[in-house]
């Protein structure tokens, strides 16, 4: 279901994020255990696209229990990780002590991180909102390295739509998790882009240069989305 956002009380921007922290937990054993049979296409689909532009440094965004920080870490990839849910950043720190994980939410960045630019910066189906997704991106201009590159996998348009392709606020009810989602509680709201609408939005902030579409080897319908964005050295010149 489209919403307004007059439609929506709380705020959800705000409703994202407490329903993240009630189901951390629950999120945290589904990843471990491998419960989720889509990850085995979109697991290695983003860690691929990543590794193909062999960065050295890496900012995790939204990067819940760290597997994927863990992943490249692993192949000697300096990574720093950021997720507003402190729970989920405790569990990766104790398991990668070597990398650097912020308990941060998107508006407060770029915080301890400010003055740092990274290779590539990668949001792994951790953009839900609309106006914080727009704050990041503008943060991710200067948090990037000139040359730098802005990975972005998310739910596919056209699978994720349910029905209605208007841009707006959903309901989510955990889609794609089928009864994996019912441990989860109350799924966040999240804000439905349809293929456009993403693009229009990731061309103000550097150059569109690969998209990916993961196919289910059953359906053969995508997945997932993966957006490959390179910072645009004149878009410099166009800031105010």
């Known amino acids: 279901m489209t919403h307004s956002p007059a439609d ?12 993240w922290q009630q189901s951390a937990d629950h999120w945290r054993q589904l990843i471990t255990h491998n419960r989720l049979a889509s990850r085995a296409i979109t697991n290695p689909a983003i860690e691929q696209a990543i590794l193909d532009y062999q960065p050295a440094t890496v900012l ?6 760290g597997w994927l920080a863990r992943r490249l870490a692993a192949r000697g990839i300096t990574i720093t990780a950021t997720d507003a849910v402190s729970s989920l950043i405790e569990n ?12 941060l939410e998107y508006a407060a960045l770029p915080g301890p991180l400010a003055g740092q630019q990274f290779d590539l910066a990668v949001c792994n189906f951790s953009l839900f909102g609309d106006d914080s997704v727009r704050s990041l991106l503008a ?4 948090l990037t390295a000139p040359t730098g590159y802005l990975l972005i996998q998310t739910l596919h348009p056209l699978s994720a739509c349910q029905g209605d392709y208007r841009e707006g606020w959903r309901d989510s009810q955990w889609q794609g998790l089928d009864e994996q989602g019912q441990a989860l509680g109350e799924a966040p709201p999240w804000y439905f882009r349809p293929m456009a609408g993403w693009l229009d939005l990731l061309q103000q902030h550097g150059k569109i240069v690969r998209i990916e ?5 059953q359906s053969q319908l ?8 390179q910072r645009d050295k004149k878009q410099e010149h166009n800031k105010p």
């Open 8 to 19: 929506n009380a709380p705020d959800p921007e705000h409703k994202v994020l407490a329903c």
């Open 60 to 65: 995790d965004l939204g990067c819940g229990e």
């Open 92 to 103: 990766a720190r104790q398991q990668d002590p070597r990398s650097q994980y912020y308990c």
């Open 139 to 142: 943060t991710l201009d200067d």
């Open 213 to 217: 579409e993961p196919l289910d080897p």
């Open 222 to 229: 995508p997945l997932s989305v993966i957006f490959h964005v």
